[in-house]
Every structure is written in structure tokens, then in C-alpha cells.
């Protein structure tokens, strides 16, 4: 057909179809031909796919059909290695982490929120030209695979990979652009051999050491427990009573490293203020005193001094009595004669050691009968064994000022202790009038009571008296820190080993180089009592590296948060075989991993481990001169995703936790759920409350049963769309529904103008300005919604608000009556955009119709959509501006401005304000398109 034919604007003539389309103009033609005609009816077939550049482009399918497309794009995504990452020093990078799973059977709804978000991510940088990494891996070593072990007889290897495997094709079938060539797996001895490797150097630094620490031993299964395996004081398989046992572990000296991670804080800008906090909190900096209390000869029978450790010595002149931990050598020597004494402080030895329970638990004490005399007053103090003194913290005693102390003032008030005011708040109603008190007054304030520090404020106090007290030797400032070394010995045997070789003439010995790894044997049978590496001679029988004399090698294996602390650099060169990292970490983790993504419930350990790891890798030289100080740069913690539970209750009060997938719902007209029966029976469940997806509720939602319906898009359209990344998310079969809906209704909107015969799509530019007032208005919201999405998936990771935009854009298309040459042309545009711009979450279904669109084009290697500027100018009409009917100037205004805009405008202008001088017009009148008169 000759071009002169066809009937096309001018900027058509010279932008013509032809060079869009690989195949020239015969190809071309015959697109036209199949798809206006539908003579050729083709099912959807993968190997004509329309991700293949070939000739025919057959006739779009017209039913939206996920299992097939998604199938196919992923198939080609492969095949064309659309997700490998090479490193590329001519292209900005993007390395996009999320947090790897623990391989537990199958993936969960949080898995999938998680990893949807960070492919969003990735896959936009990779449409804004970045460099894209994202891997993925197997947090694979710790206990579930242990009593899965035990529970189904099969060795914790087995298991986990298998896990492995079948999750893997969950993530695969869910279309996340991962780089494969990547994966690692933690039980892998290539992967863990290095972290045996930093061991031994850490512990020739000295960053490792070993000291006794205390563990809960179960004396029936003849095994250590965690804690959370110990349930109200005993053991969980056992029920023994659980005993504290004192055993030899190795530490990690984190606390070297606590100021460096104190302050490296204050960078992370780029992290959640909440997560910066917790971390602070836990590191826990605290700027203190200690202060000698001398004892009291006559009832301890012996010289000495008690030491405490306290951050208010401006409240010294309240201390009414000072407490000791249970396992204080004061409580010791108190309950030898005491055996009631003894029986408490047993007691609290069996309790808890979970210092997040301190706060919040019942306070108890008993005195001790010994006395202790204050530094500056002199007078006689009672030495109480207290709970709620931690040994491990500070001096293991405490001076307690009941008054401004708040658990101080529970004690105190609980045993009749005197409780002594000595700081007063300027302006507050707290004095001597308003004592007994009803709480603790712990703020900062003026010292009264107090003697010679009378009138002080805090800081004036805490010099004078720390001076003082130095002055007697009794006390001196302090900074310490909450945060204690990391005990990192496991008595587990699904973990990685412990590269250490006691020898009876050397001692603890490292395992050399060349010896590495200590490969765990996997085939083994796990029962539960003891692990079974100290069952293996063959294992634990080694020869000293240093005399060569029979030794034994340590049994225990590392704590699993340590192979948790690396991984994400292990990613930037996985298959090295020689070193631990290399430089392809300078590469990938310039000014930090672009983007971290994962769960809250990390937030304190985990990142802090890693933060940790990152610097000590740095100290060993590890990252050459691109020294790496903060692994992640950019943080988001995804919100949790909560579903409604529903149960059944028998005699016992005993709730029977149904899956939301096994209920009928009835609703009201406002889709507020008001009835439920079991599908099975018929009859009634209750409804409980909304609470996050878990085991102990029932109320999962499998990701795989959603796939199997609906296909991956939807999945993750839905998560996308029902909130906010960092929100938390509810779950609702509606909405699910809604999102399958709106996949087909963009399917039918493209299939509808593909049916049409393809056009090249409206330049913009130039263009714009010959263009009808609809097609103009329209191509203005389309332009600012591309702003708008760029903007929210770059900066604001807001994806919800992208989506609706879109939705909001393609209800003005259906609005769009110009049927002209020109309006295919900005429908061409529009859909091509839309395409694009739905691409980084619901990638398969975009791939299917940019293909559609742009016939042997693939949507994502396409650049994302970019704003037309000229599409957003807003014409301007001008008015002309009367006072009281005469002639005073003129108005600008834009075109489509409405009355109250018009008479805004006019208020606004220069003419009005000065004729008015701040009085209100008798009237306005405005005369659309010609005039406005102000009326004084
Ligand atoms: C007297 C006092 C008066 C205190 C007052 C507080 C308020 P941070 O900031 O976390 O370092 N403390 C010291 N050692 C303890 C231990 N082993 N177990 C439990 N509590 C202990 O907290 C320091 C404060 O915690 C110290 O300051 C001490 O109580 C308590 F109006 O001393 B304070
Ligand atoms: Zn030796």
C-alpha cells in the first residue's frame, strides 16, 4: 500500500510504522491484516510468542490468561538472562538486597510481600539504566531443621535442601528478576568455610575469646536448650526443670566496636528513624558514675566496698537502701546462713534471664540482713537480693533511690523501704505535700535535700558529686554501654562448626588454612538429646595442627545470626574459591547496598551483627582500599500482613484456630464481614479479631493456592496495591479479586486498540501543540501521572499510589471519544506508557502487552517512561480586567480555569489589590472567555 494512501499527520510521514517494526512494511501490513481481520485465530503459544522478533505477529489472545503468559515470559527472561548482573564500572549500579529466607517448607505471604517489593525496585532501576544485582539465597542452617529431624526421621540436610528446591520454584514461578547464578545456600561448606576462615583470624586478634557463660541445661535430655525451647522453667520436650549451667563458649567482642556503631548511626540516613533508635537502645551508651558504698563491719564481718553502677549520682542523697543480683557474692554470703534467703535467690536463678520481662515482672526481694554505709552521708543502708538487678549489667547492685527511680519506687513501696525526695521539678506540683507518692518522679531536676548539692541542677550535681566521691576513692565517671559481647557458641548440630582443636599440651588450637572447611557430616541421625557431632569419633577425633598429639575438635557450632552477618557480600562474588570476598564488593556495595529490604523483627540483631561483621571484614584488610564501613545504605522494613482469624471453642474453653480458606464469610452491604460457617459443616465458626498471618492463629493465606488461581501478577498486584510497603497489610479475598479484575480490564483495553491495527505512538514534543483540546487535557493527565509514578516508586516507595494512578488514567481513556487518526496515535502512547509503567510489578502481563504493542520490543529493557514537558503546559487565556467597568489591565489564566478560579485570579492580580486595599468587592462579574469586572 502506498504510503500516500494511508491518511497521517505530518509528524506520522516522517515516524512511520515501518521503522518501528523489525520486518518493514510487509510485516507491517500483515499485522494490520491479522489483527483487523482476526482471520487467524492463533491460541496463545509460547514459541510464537510475541517475545519473539518473528515475522507474524499473530493476533492478540482476547482473554487475559496468567498461567500461560507468565509462564512464557519467565521461560524467555531465562532464556535471554534478562536478571544476570555483570558488573559494569560505565553504569550507575543498583544492588538490591532482600533479606534472605530461612528454607522452612514453603514460602509465606510475608516471603512474598517481601520480595515483590524488592523486585518492584530492581526492576525499575533496571528501566531507569542502573546496573542491577539482585540475588538470592538460603539462610539454611538452625533448629527447625533439627526437630524436623527428629519428628520425621530424615537427616537436617535433607530436608533443608529439599525445602530448598521446592521454594526456589515458588520464587521462580513468582517472576522475580533474581540473578540464579548467585544463589547460596549458608550449609553449603564453600559458603561457611570462609566465615571458619575470618573465625580463626578474629580469634588471633583476639575478637573471639573464649569465657565461661551460662546456659539452660535440660538434665533429662542431657542437652543445652535455648531459651526460647525453655517453656515456664522447663524443658520443652523433657518438662525437667531446667538448671543454669556455667560452660565454655566463645565470644565476639561486639563491644569493641560499640562506639564505632554508636556513631556510624547518625549516617544512616537513609534508614527508618524507628530501626536508628532501636539500635541506639540496644547499644545502649550511657554516661554514669560508680560509687563505693564501704561495708558495714559489724554485719558483714569483713572490710570491703560494694560498687554500683548508677547514671543519676545527683539522686545519691535519696538512696534509701542498695539491691544486689541473686548471684551477687553479698546474696552468696547471705544466704549461707539463710535458707530461706537461699531458696529466694534459687528461685530467681530458674527465672528468666529475658531482659526484655525485667521491666515489666513482678518485683521481689528479701533482705539480706547485712548493711552497707553511704559514701557521703554515712548512714547505715540495707542490702536487699532484688530481682530486678541484672548481674550482667553494670556492677550487678544498684544504689536504689526509690523517689526518682521507678522500679526503685515498686520495690520500696512493696516492703516499706523510705523512699526519699531529693529532686524536685521546677514548676511541678511534687514536694514533701504530695508524698507518699503515688510514682516515681525519674525526670531531671533541682537537688533538694540533699545537703551541700542543694539548689544544683543535674549536671552540676553529677560533677559534684562524682568529684567527691573520687575524692574519698570511693566512685569515679563511667561510660559504659548496655550492649554485651556476642556469645556465639551453639551446643546445636545443624549450624557450621566451630574451627577450633583443643589440644591437652596447646590448648585451644585454630584449625590452619589448608585444613578448612570443618565440613559438618550431614549423614546424620538426630534425636534430640545431645548433639550427635559429640557422638562422632569421626568427627571430633583430630590430630593437634600445633604437636600433631591426639586432640579433639570442638563440637559446638557458630550461632546461625553469624552466617546471616555476611551473606549479602558473599553475593557480590559467590563463586570465588580463593578468598572470602573480592573486588567485585567495591563493585556492588559502593556507598553501601543500594536497597535493604526486610522484616522489623530484624531490626535490632541482624542488622546490628552485620553492620558489626561489615566493619571487623574491614579491619582484616578484607575490602582493600574501597574501605566498605556501612553495608546498607537504604533500609525499608516491610509491615507485617494480618488476616482474620476464626475459631471454634470445645468445653475446655480451648480454641480450635480455622483457616480463613476452609470459611464461608457472609457480609453486610458495606463488605463487612457479619457471618461465617465452616464450608465442611455448614455450621458456624466464630470470628476472632485481625491479627498477623501465623501458625498459632491458622489464618495463613497460602501464596501457592493464590498463584494456582489467579497467576503471579495478581499476587503481587494485590500486595502492592492493599497499602504501603512499611504498613501493614490486610489480607481480604476482595481484594485479590479486585486486582485479577483490573489485570483483565487492561488486557481488554489493549486488546481492543491492537484490534484496531497498530499505529506509531503520538511523539509528544512539538506535536502537542497542534492537538484538540481533549486529546490535550488527556495527554496532560498521562504525563502527570508518569511524573507522579516515577516519583512514587524512585522516591517515596509508595507503590499503592502508582497503581491508583494508573487506574485513575485509564478511566479518562475510557472517556476519550476522538476516534481520529491522532487519538489512536495517544491511545498508542498511552497503553505503550501504561504497559511500562505497570512493568516492575505485574512484569509478566506487561511484558504480554508492550509485545502486542511494539511487536518484537520487550517492556523490560525499555526505558521507563519519561515526562513530556510539552504535554504539560497548560494554555493560557487572557482576560481583560475592569474596575467598576473601566478598562485596568488584563488577567492570565489558564485555559480550562473555571469561574472560582477565574475570580481567585482576579483577587490575586496587581489591579485588585490595589483598588481594593483589603476590603471585599462589592462583586464580581465574570464574563467567561472575554472579561471580569471588579465591582468596588
Ligand atoms: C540510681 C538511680 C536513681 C538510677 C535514679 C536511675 C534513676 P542505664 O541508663 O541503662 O545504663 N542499674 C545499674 N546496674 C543495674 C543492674 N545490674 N541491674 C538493674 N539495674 C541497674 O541504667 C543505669 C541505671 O540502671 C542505674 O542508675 C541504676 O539505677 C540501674 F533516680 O542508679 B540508677
Ligand atoms: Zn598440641
Not at 378 to 398: C, F, Q, R, T
Not at 422 to 446: C, K, L, M
Not at 617 to 623: A, E, I, P, S, Y
Request: charged share 25%; glycine share 8%; aromatic share 10%.
Amino acid at each position: 500500500m502506498p504510503r500516500s494512501m494511508i491518511k497521517q499527520p505530518n509528524w506520522l510521514a516522517s515516524h512511520s510504522l515501518v521503522e518501528l517494526v523489525p520486518g518493514g512494511i510487509a510485516t507491517a501490513i500483515l499485522q494490520r491484516l491479522s489483527a483487523a481481520c482476526r482471520l487467524f485465530q492463533y491460541a496463545y503459544n509460547p514459541r510464537l510468542s510475541p517475545f519473539l522478533t518473528e515475522a507474524i505477529h499473530p493476533a492478540m489472545q482476547e482473554k487475559y490468561q496468567p498461567q500461560e503468559i507468565e509462564l512464557a515470559a519467565q521461560k524467555h527472561w531465562d532464556a535471554s538472562g534478562a536478571a544476570r548482573a555483570i558488573e559494569d564500572e560505565s553504569r550507575p549500579k543498583y544492588y538490591c538486597l532482600s533479606m534472605f529466607p530461612y528454607p522452612s517448607g514453603k514460602l509465606h505471604m510475608g516471603h512474598v510481600r517481601n520480595y515483590t517489593i524488592g523486585d518492584v525496585l530492581a526492576r525499575f532501576h533496571a528501566m531507569q539504566g542502573f546496573n542491577v544485582m539482585q540475588p538470592m539465597g538460603w539462610d539454611a542452617f538452625g533448629m527447625p531443621a533439627e526437630n524436623a529431624a527428629i519428628q520425621n526421621k530424615v537427616p537436617p540436610a535433607q530436608w533443608t535442601y529439599a525445602n530448598i528446591d521446592y521454594m526456589k520454584g515458588q520464587l521462580k514461578r513468582l517472576g522475580f528478576a533474581i540473578d540464579w547464578d548467585r544463589e547460596l545456600a549458608t550449609c553449603q561448606p564453600d559458603y561457611y568455610r570462609w566465615e571458619q576462615w575470618l573465625f580463626t583470624r578474629l580469634y588471633e586478634k583476639g575478637l573471639i575469646y573464649k569465657r565461661l557463660g551460662t546456659v539452660n541445661w535440660d538434665p533429662e535430655d542431657q542437652t543445652v536448650l535455648a531459651n526460647e525451647q525453655v517453656i515456664d522453667g522447663r524443658g520443652w520436650r523433657s518438662g525437667a526443670l531446667i538448671e543454669k549451667r556455667e560452660i565454655p563458649m566463645y565470644y565476639m567482642k561486639i563491644t569493641a566496636y560499640a562506639d564505632e556503631l554508636l556513631a556510624d548511626l547518625d549516617r544512616l540516613d537513609g534508614w527508618p528513624e524507628q530501626v536508628r533508635l532501636m539500635q541506639k537502645n540496644w547499644i545502649g551508651k550511657s554516661f554514669g558514675c560508680d560509687v563505693g558504698f564501704p561495708y558495714d563491719v559489724e554485719s558483714i564481718g569483713a572490710e570491703g566496698v560494694l560498687k554500683v553502677y548508677t547514671t543519676r549520682p545527683d539522686t545519691l542523697m535519696g538512696a534509701t537502701y542498695v539491691a544486689v543480683a541473686a548471684e551477687h557474692a553479698l546474696a552468696t554470703q547471705a544466704a549461707a546462713g539463710n535458707p530461706e534467703l537461699r531458696a529466694f535467690i534459687e528461685e530467681c536463678l530458674r527465672g528468666g534471664v529475658a531482659e526484655a520481662d525485667m521491666a515489666t515482672m513482678e518485683k521481689k526481694g528479701m533482705p539480706t540482713g547485712l548493711f552497707v554505709i553511704h559514701p557521703l552521708n554515712g548512714e547505715k543502708l540495707p542490702v536487699w537480693v532484688a530481682n530486678y538487678v541484672l548481674m550482667g549489667y553494670g556492677e550487678g547492685a544498684v544504689m536504689a533511690v526509690p523517689a526518682h527511680d521507678e522500679r526503685d519506687f515498686a520495690f520500696a513501696t512493696k516492703y516499706g523501704l523510705e523512699i526519699r525526695m531529693v529532686i524536685a521539678s521546677p514548676g511541678n506540683a511534687y514536694d514533701e505535700v504530695t508524698a507518699p507518692w503515688n510514682e516515681a518522679y525519674a525526670e531531671v531536676g533541682v537537688c533538694v535535700n540533699s545537703g551541700k548539692y542543694d539548689g544544683f541542677e543535674f549536671q552540676a550535681a553529677f560533677d559534684a558529686v562524682a568529684s567527691d566521691l573520687a575524692a574519698k576513692g570511693l566512685g569515679a565517671k563511667r561510660t559504659q554501654f548496655r550492649l554485651r559481647d556476642w556469645g556465639i557458641s551453639r551446643q546445636r548440630y545443624w549450624g557450621c562448626p566451630i574451627p577450633i582443636i583443643h589440644c591437652t599440651d596447646c590448648g585451644d588450637v585454630p584449625v590452619p588454612d589448608e585444613q578448612l572447611p570443618v565440613v559438618l557430616p550431614e549423614d546424620v541421625t538426630v534425636t534430640g538429646a545431645g548433639s550427635p557431632l559429640a557422638k562422632m569419633p569421626s568427627f571430633y577425633e583430630c590430630a593437634c595442627p600445633k604437636c600433631g598429639k591426639p586432640a579433639r575438635r570442638e563440637t559446638d557450632t557458630m550461632d546461625t545470626f553469624v552466617e546471616s552477618s555476611w551473606y549479602f557480600l558473599r553475593y557480590c562474588c559467590p563463586d570465588n574459591d580463593q578468598a572470602m570476598v573480592d573486588e567485585r564488593v567495591a563493585y556492588w556495595c559502593k556507598g553501601g547496598i543500594d536497597q535493604y529490604i526486610g522484616g522489623i523483627e530484624h531490626a535490632i540483631l541482624h542488622l546490628l551483627y552485620s553492620r558489626f561483621w561489615t566493619k571487623l571484614m574491614r579491619d582484616v584488610g578484607l575490602f582493600g582500599a574501597e574501605a566498605l564501613n556501612e553495608p546498607f545504605a537504604q533500609l525499608l522494613t516491610q509491615g507485617m500482613v494480618v488476616a482474620p482469624t476464626f475459631y471454634r471453642e470445645d468445653a475446655s474453653g480451648k480454641k480450635d484456630w480455622i483457616n480463613p480458606a476452609e470459611v464461608e464469610l457472609t457480609s453486610d452491604e458495606r463488605g463487612r464481614p457479619v457471618a461465617a460457617v465452616l464450608r465442611a459443616d455448614g455450621l458456624p465458626v466464630v470470628i476472632g479479631g485481625i491479627e498477623k498471618m501465623s501458625k498459632s492463629r491458622n489464618n495463613g493465606v497460602d501464596p501457592q493456592a493464590l498463584i494456582d488461581q489467579f497467576g503471579a501478577d495478581t499476587a503481587r498486584l494485590f500486595i502492592m496495591f492493599a497499602s504501603p510497603p512499611d504498613q501493614s497489610l490486610e489480607w481480604s479475598d476482595a481484594g485479590v479479586e479486585g486486582a485479577f479484575r483490573f489485570l483483565k480490564r487492561v488486557w481488554r483495553i489493549v486488546f481492543e486498540h491492537v484490534s484496531g491495527g497498530l499505529v506509531a505512538a503520538f511523539p509528544g514534543g512539538e506535536a502537542s501543540e497542534q492537538l484538540p483540546e481533549e486529546l490535550k487535557t488527556f495527554r496532560r493527565q498521562l504525563h502527570q501521572a508518569i511524573g507522579k509514578i516515577t516519583d512514587d516508586y524512585g522516591r517515596r516507595k509508595q507503590f499503592n499510589t502508582a497503581i491508583a494512578a494508573v487506574m485513575e488514567l485509564l478511566n479518562a481513556y475510557a472517556k476519550l471519544v476522538d476516534e481520529s487518526a491522532t487519538a489512536r496515535a495517544v491511545r498508542q502512547e498511552t497503553l505503550e506508557a501504561v504497559s511500562l509503567l505497570l512493568y516492575p510489578i505485574v512484569p509478566h502481563v506487561c511484558e504480554a502487552l508492550y509485545a502486542e504493542l511494539r511487536p518484537g520490543q520487550m517492556a523490560g529493557v525499555q526505558p521507563f517512561p519519561k515526562v513530556d514537558a510539552a504535554a504539560l503546559v497548560q494554555d493560557e487565556i487572557e482576560l481583560m480586567l475592569q474596575v467598576n467597568g473601566k478598562l485596568r489591565g488584563s488577567l492570565r489564566v489558564p485555559a480550562g480555569a473555571d469561574k472560582t478560579a477565574i475570580e481567585a485570579a482576579t483577587l490575586a492580580s496587581e489591579v485588585a489589590q490595589k483598588h481594593l486595599a483589603g476590603k471585599a468587592p462589592r462583586k464580581l462579574v465574570v464574563v467567561p472567555g472575554r472579561l471580569v469586572n471588579i465591582v468596588l
